[in-house]
Structures are given as structure tokens and as C-alpha cells.
């Protein structure tokens, strides 16, 4: 299945790989992330947001 991609989100894309990121703590230390680590941040990142959604249900169904 070959989907068409417009140009600006090529563009996007490009512009998203080609930036170099950086984890900052919250005593200011930054540590570099290399390319190789953006996917498990993701995995990191949706794990936390799955988690912060049952919370979230959980206090809902305590108020009812």
C-alpha cells in the first residue's frame, strides 16, 4: 500500500530528523540524545500518557 506524502509533510519530516535534542534535568544539567534513543523516549512518552489516562479514569470513577 504506497501512499502519497505531500511536500510539507516531507518537509516536516526532514526538518524533525535533522535536528539534534536534549534532555535538560531539572537542575539544568543537559545530556545530548542521540537519534538511536528518540524511539525509546516515544515509548517512554506513550507508557507515561497510558498511565496518566487510567489515573485520570480512576479519579473520575471515585467522584461518581
Known amino acids: 500500500m504506497n501512499k ?13 530528523y535533522s535536528q539534534d535534542y536534549h534532555f535538560t534535568t531539572p537542575e539544568g ?16 512518552g506513550y507508557q507515561g500518557l497510558i498511565a496518566w489516562r487510567k489515573q485520570k479514569s480512576n479519579a473520575s470513577i471515585v467522584k461518581q
Open 4 to 16: 502519497k506524502i505531500s511536500k510539507e509533510s516531507k518537509e516536516l519530516l526532514k526538518d524533525l
Open 29 to 44: 544539567k543537559t545530556f545530548p540524545i542521540p537519534k538511536s534513543g528518540t524511539l525509546g523516549l516515544l515509548a517512554l
